[in-house]
């Protein structure tokens, strides 16, 4: 199995940053996809970015892109989401999760972290 933790989470105000860190451990593959997801209170939970392969081809949201990457450390087994411009409309809470297709679906990641808070206030 694998298992994920998501770390990085906190309080920060419009217009500051915040990295999101991923780490995997377990039956872990370079061939996973890896991607992030955030649920809002009273909302779906919906797809923000993912990064696919060893770390070569990367996709975001259009809510966020512009604003938001993501990166991979094969040799550390973590996952990385760089949030720049945060605005209070992206609180909610961030989920990891890792899965054997590339695609942008919650569906296909079959591994999912316990999910870290980001709170973004005016």
């Known amino acids: 199995q694998v298992q994920l933790v998501e770390s990085g989470g906190g309080l920060v105000q419009a217009g500051g940053s915040l990295r999101l860190s991923c780490a995997a451990s377990?039956?872990?593959?370079?061939?996973?996809?890896m991607g992030w997801f955030r649920q809002a209170p009273g909302k779906e939970r919906d797809f923000v970015g993912a990064?696919?392969?060893?770390?070569?081809?990367?996709y975001v949201a259009a809510s966020v892109k512009g604003r938001f990457t993501i990166s991979r450390d094969n040799a550390k087994n973590t996952v990385y989401l760089q949030m720049n411009s945060l605005k209070p409309e992206d609180t909610a809470v961030y989920y990891c999760?890792?899965?054997?297709?590339?695609?942008?679906?919650?569906?296909?990641?079959?591994?999912w972290g316990p999910g870290t808070q980001v709170t973004v206030s005016s």
């Open positions: 990064i696919f392969g060893s770390g070569g081809s990367t």
């Open positions: 377990g039956r872990t593959s370079s061939a996973y996809a």
């Open positions: 999760a890792a899965g054997p297709f590339e695609s942008t679906s919650e569906k296909y990641f079959t591994y």
